[in-house]
């Protein structure tokens, strides 16, 4: 068994863990963190993004002993005291979703390009930066308005939240 220690949606973790354990496995089985979700087990379909350390990875290819000493956001970290992340409202009210699945990981990803790149995205920037993530349901129309409309709110309100 391996301790890890971590900060998990801005609560304190210790834990002991099997060393093979992924990070996916931790949040969704020990912690019943169920938000992120397991679809491809090899890193194809983004389902699983978190956030570590403020940067989105996929941990489903992340072992939960390497994200100790880290802080971890998951989809049930973004909202703040019951209110919607800016980009999670931007998805419900663009409809960027269908059946959800992948709905998690394609925020996550989303609150971190806009971090990174800021709020005025170009469609074509939007699409290539959500290339690691797969929805299998819609034809990517409402997602990329929901990244454009999330990023618009996250930045022109002065709402840019830390997602760690």
């Known amino acids: 068994m391996a301790s890890v220690s971590l900060l998990v949606n801005g609560r304190e973790i210790t834990a002991d863990v099997d ?3 992924l990070l996916v496995e ?6 019943r963190l169920t938000g992120t979700h397991v679809g491809c087990d090899t890193s194809q379909c983004g389902a ?13 290819t992340t072992l939960a002993v390497q994200a100790s000493g880290s802080a971890v956001t998951t989809i049930e970290g973004l909202a703040n005291n019951g209110q919607l992340h800016p980009m999670q409202e931007a998805f419900r009210d663009n409809h960027g979703l ?3 699945f992948c709905t998690p990981g394609m925020i996550m990803t989303a609150v971190d390009m806009v971090h990174r790149l800021g709020g005025e995205l170009e469609e074509a920037t939007i699409r290539h930066e959500l ?6 349901c819609t034809g990517y129309h409402n997602i990329v308005k929901s990244v454009a409309a999330g990023a618009r709110a996250m930045t022109g309100s002065g709402m840019q939240q830390a997602a760690e």
Do not use: W, Y
């Open 98 to 100: 269908q059946c959800g």
């Open 48 to 60: 699983c993004v978190v956030h570590m350390d403020g940067k989105a990875v996929k941990s489903c």
């Open 19 to 21: 060393p093979r354990t």
């Open 26 to 31: 931790f949040l969704r089985e020990h912690l």
């Open 131 to 136: 290339e690691g993530n797969i929805c299998r």
